[in-house]
């Protein structure tokens, strides 16, 4: 069974920038898509951007696309959500997620392991 611990949430203005983290604690991270979701309070939990097994392909949400970067150090087992000119609307708890799915998902439902989210909250 997958681990995964995010970091590096917090508090920015709007227009700044942060970076998330999620670490895994399984060997065989590569193996694994990896994604991230967000949900804000009363709403649905929403895909952001996910990354392929090597990282060679990466997908976003057409909210965030442009400013989220998505990224992977296989070495580390380590996922990265690299967030630049953030937006009230950003705010929100954002997951990491595990998948082994064949095809790079973006429904919830497709992926195994799930982290425990972070918090971002971002001022106007």
């Known amino acids: 069974q997958v681990q995964l611990v995010e970091s590096g949430g917090g508090l920015v203005q709007a227009g700044g920038s942060l970076r998330l983290s999620c670490a895994a604690s399984?060997?065989?991270?590569?193996?694994?898509?990896m994604g991230w979701f967000r949900q804000a309070p009363g709403k649905e939990r929403e895909f952001v951007a996910a990354?392929?097994?090597?990282?060679?392909?990466?997908y976003y949400a057409d909210s965030v696309k442009g400013r989220f970067t998505i990224s992977r150090d296989n070495p580390k087992n380590t996922v990265y959500l690299q967030m630049n000119s953030l937006k009230p609307e950003d705010a929100a708890v954002y997951y990491c997620?595990?998948?082994?799915?064949?095809?790079?998902?973006?429904?919830?439902?497709?992926?195994?392991?799930w982290g425990q989210g972070a918090q971002l909250t971002v001022s106007s």
């Open positions: 997620a595990a998948s082994t799915a064949v095809v790079v998902p973006t429904r919830p439902y497709d992926y195994d392991y």
């Open positions: 399984e060997r065989t991270f590569s193996s694994y898509v």
């Open positions: 990354i392929t097994r090597k990282g060679g392909n990466t």
